[in-house]
């Protein structure tokens, strides 16, 4: 905001976006988690890739110590199922009511 307290010497904004993708209901599905700082996204998470990817020398650093993690990358895998389909089941009837 413009009318920033003095007190403050800066602001520093960290936002993670989870998106899914819906090809033909739940039949195809693809999850997308984008990890973003001050508005520049450091990296994200593909499920198409399967991978995560830096998108700046930071976010690589960061993307390559996620990747050796096996069960956190099971975990994201497994968000196709457990938060994208999911969540299409509780929300398309309340959509398709409009
Ligand atoms: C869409 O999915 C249904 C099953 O949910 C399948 O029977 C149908 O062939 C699919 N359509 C296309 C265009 O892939």
Not at 18 to 34: D, L, P, S
């Amino acid at each position: 905001p413009p009318d920033l307290c003095p007190a403050y010497s800066g602001v520093f904004q960290r936002m993670y976006k989870a998106e899914c993708y819906f090809i033909n209901g739940t039949e195809k599905v693809r999850f997308v988690k984008r990890y973003i700082y001050n508005r520049e996204q450091l990296f994200h998470l593909d499920s198409n890739v399967g991978l995560f990817v830096g998108g700046t020398p930071y976010g690589e650093k960061q993307a390559h110590y996620r990747n050796s993690k096996l069960e956190l990358l099971e975990y994201k895998w497994s968000q196709v199922d457990m938060f994208c389909r999911h969540n299409y089941e509780v929300y398309s009837p309340l959509f398709a009511e409009r």
